[in-house]
């Protein structure tokens, strides 16, 4: 949340902005509780229609109430749009896209009428990194929007942001910086730019492009360390999926992941084997122990040392159909075969406990016979929200966080 | 008499569709086929060329026409989840409103298509728009949010990798939202004010990219031709009741033409289903396998039906029989369906190339092509003596001059 003292040194229109968020934020409180009378007033009639607006929920609840809010904040005026950003924060997905709704009417009103945009209000919203990643992309785009050349002096600052689109402007920068180096051939302030833009690289295409660039320059780059990708497994099988059957079959592996049991397979009884993957992008290939097989079940298992309780997110990629679980608890599952693959295509919010962390991963083979149905294979990586990578820790290390 | 009049005129203030409105995918009737006259047939980039607009972002979802206002959907941003959705001035192409909004459900799709595929609805008083991500939108004609839905987040394995495209259709008043895909798949009755539920069915496990046909019986009430791998499931828009089963199978990518009561429908090649006048039973009257579409849709009109197969052969064959009368050779691939207008027909090739069939010609012949130089795989909309078109990166409006 935004601190009243950010908002103290305003010249009149921010104090203006200081009294009208703390009211929000009073009102949604206070509202939160479900017993708040509120007041006729215009201040608390917008306060009202935010707190409905963030009351919207799944399946459509509350939306015929969040359109008569939309009515009224999209009549409001462009002072109210740091507010309207503030909102946002820590609201579901429905509410912050109903409350960028009516940012864009008014923003677009504000245009339409050759007005200005409060953006001394709007950079301090964007500078303030308490407030979440969404609404800050937003106010840089409609500081961009408005002037550009503001928008671009912010811009090497957010290198490092929290916000991934908002770090990719800064990172876009020093791309350009570098390559203009290497024209120079000034190759060792470049091979160090294209370092720091790694660094802080979070998306894929700029990843690639860095690590191509510091290899051309002779420079070695570890994408999988970058990554985080998991490479050190276990797995087991074949079992079956006769008919695609085997995803919603219990296997072994998933009432008993100890490394010493052995378990009943397709043909005969199987154990657990070792499994280490060099591929850059941390591809596990089933293929590789098994053979090309088809309507088969495959399980994978690793150890992941944390240094804390923490919150963590396992990425995951695999056009086979799959389940996870962290430390005997099903995270999710999805049983689509053969429509795709990329990086990070599944995020999958856990909750990582301070030392080992067991993650089973199963992952089934249907019958196609098509060539591009041999995979049998997944990627998985365990980062922060940004897609930072959380490596973890050897066991010696481990033994030192337990202590 | 003056009574009439008065209701005629409120309905025509409240902004209802209009006779000549472009209101879903394949026009107000979901058959591609448009009442238009004097649309240019000698296809010239220099001469018909009435605006061109860029966009802000990728999309094959085609644009809607209701009056003056066109409307069309994008998707942007580096992880194409920043869903953009525009409304033009048919006259000069300018930007009356612009609304971006932040996709809540996957947006990986195959790099061919995009999270801006499904085409919209409008009612002509509200725009309903969906995307790949299965994020909907209400919006008034004006650009006001009216109310969403993220499908995703409501149904978390309602999602596709390789990207969602069926569009929204309007049927007793009901919003007809298709997310069939291979894990959790449904096809959901939305209040059209709200947003709610008002009922919701599964479908089968598969990956479904086709788009439901509504038929209207005489006594003016509808019915929803769902298409899926199974065939084609009929349903009573109110309840999402089944009323009948086609079980032979369906393609699951271009969706069956309509015409009457003959359902023309990508099966075993191509299927004529004759429906019952009480809606609640259907008869094969004839099949071709020499009829199979390829990626674009069937069309019906007059006294015969068009096939266009995926290797750019558009084929004619009578309407009453399945006999193939005539073929001819188009340049394709095509990603897009095409759209008839006053015996002329005009498709639009993946390569951009628009190309224009005159039906009276006793096996065809293509009037003309024109090279707009950019993948096009959307279909075209007509309305207002023009059609409109778009691609990854812009939209245009195509007339004669007098029409600019």
Not at chain 1, 48 to 56: C, E, I
Not at chain 1, 213 to 225: A, F, K, M, W
Not at chain 2, 19 to 47: C, H, M, Q, Y
């Amino acid at each position: 949340m935004f601190t009243s003292k950010s908002f103290r040194q305003f010249d009149e229109k921010g104090i203006f902005c200081f009294v009208k968020h703390t009211r929000i934020v009073l009102a949604l409180l206070v509202a939160g509780l479900g017993n708040f009378e509120f007041g006729q007033s215009a201040n608390d009639e917008f306060a009202k229609s935010v707190a409905t607006l963030r009351n919207v929920g799944g399946e459509g609840k509350g939306n015929i109430a969040a359109s008569q809010a939309m009515e009224y904040l999209s009549n409001s005026g462009k002072e109210t749009i740091p507010a309207l950003l503030s909102a946002m924060d820590g609201a579901n997905p429905f509410a912050a896209n109903y409350l960028r709704g009516a940012i864009e009417v008014i923003f677009n009103k504000i245009l339409e009428e050759g007005g200005s945009l409060p953006l001394i209000e709007l950079g301090e919203f964007l500078l303030n990194k308490s407030h979440d990643t969404k609404p800050r992309a937003m106010a840089f785009d409609l500081i961009r929007r408005t002037d550009a050349e503001v928008a671009n002096r912010l811009i090497p600052g957010l290198l490092g942001d929290p916000s991934v689109d908002l770090r990719r402007e800064a990172i876009s920068r020093l791309l350009i910086q570098a390559s203009g180096l290497v024209k120079e051939n000034k190759k060792p302030a470049a091979v160090l730019i294209y370092r720091q833009a790694l660094d802080a690289a979070r998306d894929l295409d700029q990843i690639q492009t860095i690590a191509s660039e510091l290899r051309e320059l002779g420079r070695n780059v570890n994408l999988t360390q970058h990554f985080g990708f998991l490479t050190n497994w276990n797995l087991v099988g074949p079992f079956h999926n006769k008919d695609r059957a085997g995803f919603d079959e219990v296997f072994g592996p998933e009432k008993n992941f100890a490394l010493d049991t052995e378990y009943k397979g397709i043909d005969e009884n199987v154990t657990w084997k070792q499994y280490a993957t060099d591929d850059e992008y941390g591809m596990v290939d089933f293929n590789e122990p098994y053979g090309a097989l088809k309507e088969v079940t495959g399980y994978a298992r690793t150890t992941f040392i944390s240094t804390s309780d923490r919150p963590a997110e396992l990425r995951l990629g695999c056009k086979n159909a799959w389940k996870i679980w962290l430390n005997g608890k099903l995270v999710f599952g999805r049983d689509e075969y053969h429509r795709g693959m990329r990086i990070d295509q599944y995020k999958l919010p856990v909750q990582l406990n301070k030392g080992t962390n067991i993650i089973l991963v199963k992952a089934c083979q249907n019958e196609q016979k098509e060539e591009w149905t041999v995979q049998w294979q997944f990627q998985l990586r365990v980062c922060d929200s940004t897609g930072t990578a959380i490596h973890s820790i050897s066991k010696t290390d481990a033994k030192v966080v337990a202590k | 008499m003056k009574k009439h009049l008065l209701i005629i005129g409120l309905v025509i203030l409240a902004g209802r569709v209009s006779a000549g409105d472009w209101t879903g995918f394949r026009g107000p009737f979901g058959n591609g086929v448009s009442d238009e006259v004097g649309l240019p047939v000698k296809l010239d980039i220099e001469k018909h060329i009435a605006w061109k607009v860029d966009l802000p972002g990728k999309g094959l979802s085609s644009p809607l026409v209701v009056g003056d206002r066109v409307f069309v959907t994008a998707s942007g941003g580096t992880r194409q989840d920043r869903l953009q959705i525009l409304c033009l001035s048919s006259i000069d192409g300018s930007v009356i409103w612009h609304r971006q909004f932040w996709a809540m459900g996957s947006t990986m799709c195959h790099s061919k298509t995009s999270i801006a595929a499904p085409t919209p609805v409008t009612d002509g008083v509200s725009l309903f728009a969906i995307f790949s991500s299965n994020d909907l939108f209400c919006l008034d004609l004006d650009g006001k949010l009216k109310w969403l839905r993220g499908l995703t987040v409501d149904y978390p394995n309602a999602r596709n990798s390789l990207g969602m495209a069926s569009s929204l259709v309007l049927a007793n008043g009901i919003l007809v939202t298709q997310v069939e895909n291979d894990s959790e798949s449904f096809v959901v009755g939305l209040d059209r004010g709200s947003g709610s539920n008002l009922w919701k069915i599964n479908r089968p496990k598969s990956a479904n990219w086709t788009t439901a046909t509504v038929h209207k019986n005489k006594s003016g009430k509808e019915q929803v031709f769902l298409q899926s791998g199974q065939g084609i499931h009929a349903i009573d828009p109110d309840s999402g009741n089944v009323v009948w089963h086609y079980s032979d199978g369906a393609s699951t990518i271009p969706s069956s033409a309509l015409k009457g009561n003959m359902l023309y429908v990508p099966s075993q090649g191509l299927t004529a289903l004759e429906l019952s006048k009480d809606g609640k039973s259907f008869k094969q009257k004839w099949r071709s396998g020499r009829l199979r579409p390829g990626t674009a849709s069937p069309l019906a009109y007059r006294n015969h039906i068009y096939s266009l197969n995926n290797a750019g052969v558009l084929a004619c064959a009578d309407i009453d029989s399945g006999k193939r009368l005539w073929q001819l050779r188009l340049d394709g691939p095509f990603g897009g369906s095409p759209v008839v207008a006053d015996n002329h027909l005009y498709v639009f090739s993946e390569e951009g190339v628009a190309q224009v069939v005159d039906l009276t010609a006793p096996e065809g012949d293509i009037s003309s092509k024109m090279d707009l130089g950019e993948m096009i795989q959307c279909s075209p909309a007509v309305a207002n003596g023009a059609l409109y078109v778009r691609s990854n990166s812009r939209i245009w409006k195509i007339a004669r001059k007098t029409r600019f």
